[in-house]
């Protein structure tokens, strides 16, 4: 998600001069901080708090006394999110005009000619009249919030169950919603469910079934007795293979033999080798653990 620009502190920080009214003042031209993409465009700012921009080379006031609380823009779109009294709407940042008025109790920014807005609770997305493209049915819950935003055609949204899934443009689910946790990439998404992690094709086919995060060999030191050339005994840590590995899937880690077997689900925030038939698990509050043996099994 893009930087939340607050511009009332950037028209604070630029040079207050005095207008030809007797209650406002005018801040300098903020167009760089790229609240404004026009440098035509002022923006303003009256003394009980409200803006509005004005095209200083027409005279015309494009958006007139509101309660501007914070603006947010995509890198590559004409329009910006921005909210006024507890409400987001959406203004031109070339034109300095509003294009969707302040209506909606959350917004996204808009990328590939979609935007998605929140009311009564659901999430919808609209086009650059505000018209509903694809309509509030969606709960705002599931994955993390940051992704009702399209890229590539696709968009992470939830069902009413809080289960995750992928969207085209027209609201189709190109990859139903039965899943923990959606990654969307251009090609392919990555589907959690159940500690289980899956590549999966946008058109439902699973490309590959099993996918990790990372996977380490479990090893462990153990000193190993020698003999000087000079006939002094010595001792020097080896590294022991245990023949088994940690296998990590959603920052949670697993037991799996060499076979490629999985001998625990991925409980646990790590695993350490004590031995060839002893491991420290530990649990995911960081400071509880179990001891597993060589089978997985959790030793009572």
């Known amino acids: 998600m893009e930087t939340i620009r607050f511009i009332f502190a950037a028209l604070l920080a630029g040079t207050i001069v005095s207008s030809c009214s007797s209650n406002t003042s005018v801040a300098e031209d903020i167009s760089d901080d790229g609240l404004l993409l026009n440098d035509d465009l002022v923006a303003m700012r009256s003394q009980d708090g409200r803006v509005y921009i004005k095209n200083a080379s027409t005279g015309v006031v494009t958006i007139k006394d509101i309660k501007l609380d914070w603006t947010q823009r995509s890198g590559n779109d004409s329009l910006a999110v ?40 659901n999430i919808g997305f609209i086009n650059y009249k505000g018209e509903t493209v694809i309509d509030f049915k969606f709960p705002y819950h599931g994955n993390p919030l940051t992704t009702f935003v399209f890229e590539d055609g696709h968009c992470v ?96 880690y697993g037991l799996m033999d060499a076979g490629c077997h999985r001998l625990t689900e991925p409980l646990y925030k790590d695993i350490f080798a004590l031995d060839k038939n002893i491991f420290r698990a530990i649990l995911l509050d960081y400071s509880s653990e179990v001891i597993l043996n060589s089978k997985g099994e959790v030793m009572r």
């Open 157 to 252: 949204v939830a069902d009413t169950t809080g289960k995750c899934g992928v969207i085209d443009k027209a609201g189709n689910w190109l990859i139903r919603p039965e899943y923990d946790y959606v990654s969307a990439y251009p090609e392919y998404a990555i589907v959690t469910k159940a500690g289980v992690t899956r590549q999966m094709g946008y058109d439902g086919t699973v490309l590959n079934a099993f996918v990790l995060d990372n996977l380490k060999e479990l090893t462990y030191r153990e000193q190993e007795r020698f003999i000087t050339g000079e006939g002094e005994v010595g001792y020097a840590d080896k590294i022991v293979k245990t023949g088994l590995y940690a296998y990590c899937v959603g920052g949670r």
């Open 82 to 121: 921005f909210c006024s009294e507890g409400k987001r709407g959406f203004y031109n940042l070339f034109t300095g005009e509003i294009a969707v008025p302040a209506q909606y109790r959350r917004a996204w920014v808009f990328r590939e000619g979609l935007a998605a807005v929140q009311r009564n609770g």
